[in-house]
């Protein structure tokens, strides 16, 4: 079974910087795509990043320019880094991986944004 764990969330001021980390049991180039989403509660999940197995990236409108998505073979690992963090970029983030039609998915990492 698949396994993705995420870390690097925690409390930070407006305007700063944090680095998430999805670390992954399996080598990360068997997956088709590797994304990021995050979820506020009560709103539905929003898209975020993605990087899929060509190394292609995506963001979503609102945080283009300010976050970075990338990858480490050797470690396994997807990051998410994320710059200029706004009070609206709180919300649990998590990954998310699949295999052709086998979706998998971390179990979050919550990054709250304020003074």
């Known amino acids: 079974q698949v396994q993705l764990v995420e870390s690097g969330g925690g409390l930070v001021q407006p305007g700063g910087s944090a680095k998430l980390s999805c670390a992954a049991s399996?080598?990360?180039?068997?997956?088709?795509?590797m994304r990021w989403y995050r979820q506020v509660p009560g709103l539905e999940r929003e898209f975020v990043a993605s990087i899929n197995v060509g190394g292609k990236t995506q963001y979503a409108e609102s945080v283009k320019g300010r976050f970075t998505i990338s990858r480490d073979g050797a470690k396994k690992t997807m990051y998410l880094q994320m710059t200029s963090l706004k009070p609206e970029d709180t919300a649990v983030y998590c990954c998310?991986?699949?295999?052709?039609?086998?979706?998998?998915w971390g179990q979050g990492t919550q990054v709250t944004v304020s003074p």
């Open positions: 998310y991986a699949n295999i052709l039609s086998k979706h998998y």
């Open positions: 399996e080598n990360i180039f068997n997956f088709n795509t």
